[in-house]
């Protein structure tokens, strides 16, 4: 696994701080972050892969400082939008995974063979001609974690990805971000999709209240709100 680490890491948008003095290091498997609306998520998550960068403090993944490699980066950790609209570029379902790989000079096969294994690792089997935008949201969805898992990121960063989605098509794509060998950080709502997950970081106001099991994590955050 990665280690990513957050050092004294503090944000403001303008004059509007939301992220204070975040002391994190993040080494295992499957971490949750949790948090109420406007809590700091979301700029946590994005500072990841330097979506974002920290107004103050440094976030390192393996040592990179996000800050200043970011194209390094980027190579390691891929990033899951809430809405997959944001990231399906291409026309169809098997360009929009080839695109993915437009910088990697791989040989034209090679390319041909990761997208038909993302087809079927992703129940898009079938659907390699198929117009993106017709995809239901949670197939949608697949394709974008698939454009992400194509490149073969050492981390994932999925920021609500299962928010739009319903019941079944949420099933899905939690089954993937809890069965892929990459290491996995879920920005979410969705408590339930955090069972089994190795570490949950709760944030409040900018700030890590707590940090722990999805067992104790859970319950320390629905206290908070009460
Ligand atoms: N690009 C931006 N410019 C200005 N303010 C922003 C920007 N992005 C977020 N904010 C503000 O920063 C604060 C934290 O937002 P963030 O999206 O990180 O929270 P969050 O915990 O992910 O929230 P949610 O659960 O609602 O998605 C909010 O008050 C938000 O309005």
Do not use: C
């Not at 393996?62 to 990033?79: A, P, Q």
């Not at 379902?93 to 690792?121: H, I, T, W, Y």
């Amino acid at each position: 696994m990665s280690v990513i680490r957050f050092d004294g890491v503090s944000h403001a948008y303008g004059e509007r701080r939301v992220l204070s003095g975040i002391d994190l290091e993040l080494t295992e498997h499957r971490i949750g972050i949790i948090g109420s609306n406007g809590s700091g998520k979301s700029t946590l998550a994005r500072m990841i892969n330097g979506l974002v960068t920290p107004s103050s403090g440094k976030v390192t993944v393996d040592g990179l400082d996000v800050s200043r490699k970011g194209g390094e980066v980027r190579r390691k950790v891929g990033f899951v939008f809430t809405d997959p609209d944001n990231q399906i570029v291409m026309p169809t379902v098997g360009e929009d995974l080839a695109f993915s790989l437009r910088r990697s000079k791989l040989p034209r096969s090679v390319v041909a063979e990761r997208v038909q294994s993302m087809l079927e690792r992703f129940r898009l089997d079938g659907h390699a001609d198929h117009p993106a935008h017709l995809l239901s949201g949670g197939q949608k969805q697949m394709l974008a974690i698939g454009a992400v898992l194509i490149r073969e990121p050492e981390v994932i960063v999925a920021d609500e990805p299962t928010t739009l989605l319903d019941l079944r098509n949420a099933r899905m794509v939690t089954d993937v971000l809890t069965s892929v060998d990459q290491q996995v950080i879920v920005v979410t709502h969705q408590l339930a999709l955090l069972n089994g997950f190795d570490r949950v970081v709760v944030i409040h106001e900018g700030a890590v209240v707590h940090d722990g099991t999805p067992t104790d994590a859970v319950p320390a955050y629905e206290k908070l709100l009460a």
